[in-house]
């Protein structure tokens, strides 16, 4: 078995898809199954090189619209490869993937791997579903991340036989905590309860409204938001104009060898997301394996809720509901009895469900399934 993964970017690009990406690509080779990796860069530039035993393909990008990576290079290089293997692993949403898989038409066998929908751009979903759709018809199999999105999906409902619910899994050893770093970021906010999030700087993440719930909180709390992105210059204001500085901070991208330390130094954990563009939050799971109770939203159709339970691992409130948020994370921080019983019981949800072994397993077990029977 030969397995090509498909995706929009590969590592050093960071985000939850290219997590998910490397860590099958390693594990799956480090089990003796030959996996290489076929993406977009992120600049003008093509690279074919090792990583390791491995070879990754990216391929030129022109442009970035409507968060799809323009590289027609994709379609030419999909075609030259297709034929070394067994199984095409796409992860979704790409549109540009589609489009070359629909134009290089490879024999091997399709597993489509189904983050999420895409839910903003509308206007283009009208364009692109015909070749979405055949793109689903063609797989054969589907994973997602939870059993929540196969239901939420219009899209994956009229395709639920195929589908395989493949939870996430994460690999503690690469979110080590330092001592240090743990104790000078307490020291920073000595004294007030610290709120963590992470991930892109974007409106469906809803840190507009994180950020509104710190005017809720009090000065017993500091909420520290880290990543990067196009709303950073819009948060920043917002957290002037409401005269919240010192008390919210965008701390900017955290190095990977330091992002262990911020988990760890946390209180709470909180993603405030408000759509179905956040279709499972594997940050969630990161902050559970430090013991850290999440509060998260209910966004409908996703995986979110499915990842934090609520009254079990963390509390779950309406999405953009600003006071909501802050409710739920003074509450959890004023129970002793709470916070240490959800704290435990996302460690155990945490290193029982997501973990990469399960994750690894599950996936091998659709790729021996298409290739047995020739479908799903």
């Known amino acids: 078995m030969r397995v090509l993964q498909f995706g929009k970017f590969y590592p050093p690009d960071v985000g939850g898809i290219e997590r998910v990406i490397f860590d099958l690509t390693e594990g799956l080779n480090a089990r003796g199954i030959p996996c290489d990796v076929l993406c977009s860069n992120s600049t003008s530039r093509f690279v074919d090189e090792r990583v390791g035993t491995y070879r990754v393909v990216r391929t030129k990008s022109y442009a970035t619209l409507s968060s799809t990576s323009i590289t027609p290079q994709l379609t030419a290089k999909l075609r030259e490869m297709q034929a070394g293997y067994d199984i095409i692993h796409v992860h979704l949403p790409d549109p540009m993937a589609n489009l070359a898989l629909f134009l290089a038409r490879p024999r091997a066998r399709l597993v489509l791997h189904w983050h999420n929908d895409i839910v903003r751009q509308k206007s283009l979903l009208r364009l692109y579903l015909p070749l979405q759709q055949w793109m689903l018809v063609r797989a054969d199999a589907i994973i997602t991340t939870s059993p929540n999105y196969i239901k939420g999906s219009a899209y994956l409902a009229r395709h639920e036989a195929k589908c395989h619910v493949v939870p996430i899994g994460v690999d503690k050893r690469r979110l080590g905590a330092s001592a240090a770093t743990v104790q000078a970021i307490r020291d920073r906010y000595r004294g007030r309860r610290i709120v963590f999030s992470i991930g892109r700087l974007s409106p469906y993440k809803g840190y507009k409204y994180l950020i509104d719930a710190a005017s809720h909180l009090g000065d017993a709390y500091a909420v520290l938001i880290a990543g990067t992105g196009p709303l950073e210059h819009a948060l920043s204001h917002q957290i002037?104009?409401?005269?919240?500085?010192?008390r919210v901070s965008l701390v900017g991208k955290v190095k990977d060898q330091d992002l262990g330390s911020y988990y760890e130094a946390s209180d709470v954990f909180c993603l405030s997301s408000i759509s179905r563009n956040e279709g499972f939050g594997l940050v969630q799971v990161e902050a559970m394996l430090f013991g850290k109770p999440v509060v998260s939203t209910d966004v409908e159709g996703s995986g979110v809720t499915w990842a934090n339970l609520d009254g079990e691992t963390g509390l779950v409130v309406r999405p953009e509901d600003s006071r909501a948020l802050a409710t739920a994370i003074e509450r959890i921080c004023s129970d002793r009895g709470l916070y240490d019983r959800l704290g435990a019981a996302g460690y155990r949800r945490a290193t029982e469900?997501?973990?990469?072994?399960?994750?690894?397993?599950?996936?091998?077990?659709?790729?021996?399934?298409?290739?047995?029977k020739g479908g799903a």
């Open 353 to 372: 469900v997501f973990t990469q072994d399960r994750m690894l397993a599950a996936t091998t077990a659709v790729y021996d399934l298409v290739l047995a």
């Open 240 to 246: 002037a104009q409401a005269g919240l500085a010192g």
